[in-house]
């Protein structure tokens, strides 16, 4: 289900206007997962708004149905994917974090063991 998305050069609004390809693993009106180009973990999938935000620093309180939606899609995602040991969800915010693509993205990490701390 595309939806038309402002960013003309952002690369996760391209893959949600069908632009760019994508594996799909999971979709809803408000978000879809995709599996992630370069991996880290067996099973690494990113959950994305179908709206663009830049990272998690634009979000505010009316805000919380997106967020909401996003960590729906992700416990959708584990379970498509079997992790019942255990996954993890992150967001990377700023140069700093390591976030390369400017579009609120969630990842979900699993089918290994996770080291503390991370990085």
């Known amino acids: 289900m595309a939806t038309a998305v402002p960013g003309a050069d952002c690369l996760f609004c ?7 390809p994508s594996v799909e693993v ?3 009106e408000s978000a879809y997962a995709f599996r992630d180009i370069a991996p880290r973990a067996p099973s690494h999938v990113l ?3 179908r709206r663009h935000l830049e990272d998690a620093a634009e979000l505010g ?3 919380g149905p ?3 939606g996003l960590f729906s899609l992700a416990n959708e995602v584990a379970r498509k994917e079997g992790l019942v040991s255990g996954y993890r969800l992150v967001f990377n915010v700023g140069d700093d974090a390591g976030n390369s693509v400017p579009h609120l993205h969630l990842h979900v990490l699993g089918g290994r063991v996770m080291a503390w701390p991370p990085g």
């Open 66 to 68: 997106l967020l909401a």
């Open 14 to 20: 391209k893959i949600l206007a069908g632009e760019i």
């Open 47 to 49: 959950v994305v708004p």
């Open 61 to 63: 309180p009316a805000d």
């Open 26 to 28: 999971a979709s809803s």
